[in-house]
């Protein structure tokens, strides 16, 4: 028997049961959501301009009529609805701005919506994509550094008698870089989360009442760090929010355990995809911010080009500043995680451990790894399928066939 339709189960698979029993072995339909969701946070790398010597550096390169044609990633059904942009807070004195500096305002990704009847009904409703990109400008990578605990704009308080005693030591707060490039705005540009919030409220209006309507806010690194906030944000801002999930690849811890504890209370769905070689999962923002993105700016970015070597001048040079620090000399500790995490078991085959263990930091936290990881691992699954197969093609055989490519199907 073949694997159930996305539109049977679509609510498991966006987390209404925590993603019970389909992380470990990875359900297939799953394996080919996440990918999916994969593609579309391609699409804001590939869509983003890298050149700092262009004079539309660090805006989308295209437009959203044809934003997925162009960029070579085409998503069946879905229209791209509003460019996003995030804005850091940091004020650069004057002295320290040169040629090279990003600009304040960078766009970061986009929000899409199914709008082909087929696609509807092979999903089994109307999907909202929001897709973030990693760090990619200066001031971005400044933003990561600052790890210092800000409270979560908005929180109440806490109380819940099941909640670990720990978790209500001190009001909900986070990463105060995230934080930072989330609220800010300019006269010119509204923040990020304005721009959520305006475009998720116009497609409550337009969709809600007519079918089943689902949010999806899938991101990388920075873009992971920034989707748990916006999903904290709409579940806070809208009463009749529809099922809210994050998918989200290599991203940092946000908030301290009274986010966690909020965040969980709230209902909002988050599976975070883990590669257990990438440095950037298992540290607060500070540790991870010299690592964002720094594979997508070095492999995309012109190499000849004076502006692209300063970039990548400025991420050595924070990387050698962070690594003075030991994470016990800090308070480092207070962050937690948040959601389920789907880890990518490298110890189940010795080519992957391999794989991985020869690969560089960057190349470990890099979005076409995290990608190829869930693809292809773990291995047995792999196997398992190739005999799932192997065993349909023989079903006109005897029956006695059948039941041994059975028998060995169950041990993979």
Not at 8 to 27: C, F, I, N, S
Request: glycine share 8%; charged share 25%; hydrophobic share 35%.
């Amino acid at each position: 028997m073949g694997s159930p339709r996305v539109a049977d189960r679509w609510k498991e698979y966006m987390g209404a049961r925590d993603w019970e029993g389909l992380l470990d072995p990875l359900d297939e339909n799953l394996r080919d959501e996440i990918l999916r969701y994969g593609s579309f946070i391609e699409a804001t790398y590939r869509g983003f301009d890298f050149d700092p010597g262009s004079p539309s550096f660090g805006s989308s390169k295209y437009k959203k009529k044809s934003f997925f044609r162009d960029c070579g990633l085409p998503t069946p059904g879905f229209r791209l609805t509003r460019h996003l942009r995030a804005t850091s807070g940091i004020q650069v004195p004057e002295w320290a701005q040169s040629n090279w500096s990003p600009v304040k305002t960078s766009w970061i990704g986009y929000v899409a919506v199914c709008n082909d009847k087929a696609m509807i009904d092979h999903l089994g409703r109307r999907e909202v994509v929001i897709a973030l990109r990693g760090t990619a400008t200066c001031l971005e990578w400044l933003e990561n550094l600052r790890a210092t605990l800000a409270p979560v704009p908005g929180s109440t308080s806490i109380n819940n008698d099941n909640m670990d005693p720990r978790d209500l030591d001190g009001p909900p707060m986070v990463e105060s870089g995230f934080l930072s490039l989330y609220t800010s705005g300019t006269d010119m540009w509204p923040s990020l989360q304005d721009s959520i919030r305006m475009e998720v409220s116009r497609i409550l209006e337009l969709y809600q009442d007519k079918q089943p309507l689902s949010i999806t806010i899938t991101g990388h690194s920075l873009g992971a760090a920034l989707a748990t906030l916006a999903a904290y944000d709409i579940k806070t801002t809208f009463d009749r929010a529809p099922l809210l999930t994050v998918i989200s690849f290599g991203g940092p811890r946000v908030g301290n355990q009274s986010f966690r504890s909020l965040v969980d209370k709230q209902g909002t769905k988050i599976l975070r995809v883990v590669n257990p070689s990438d440095l950037i999962t298992k540290v607060p923002g500070s540790c991870g911010g010299s690592h964002f993105g720094f594979g997508e700016v070095e492999s995309r970015s012109p190499s000849n080009n004076s502006g692209s070597k300063k970039l990548n001048q400025l991420a050595e040079l924070c990387l050698n500043w962070i690594q003075q620090f030991r994470v016990e000399d800090t308070q480092w500790w207070v962050y937690a995680e948040v959601g389920r995490e789907l880890r990518l078991a490298s110890s189940e085959s010795e080519q992957l451990s391999y794989y991985l263990g020869n690969m560089d930091v960057a190349k470990c936290h890099d979005l076409k790894t995290y990608l190829n990881l869930v693809e292809d691992c773990p291995l047995k699954n792999l196997f398992r399928r190739s005999l799932n197969k192997l065993s349909e093609s023989c079903s006109v055989h005897k029956k006695e066939s059948n039941g041994v490519f059975a028998l060995l199907c169950k041990q993979f």
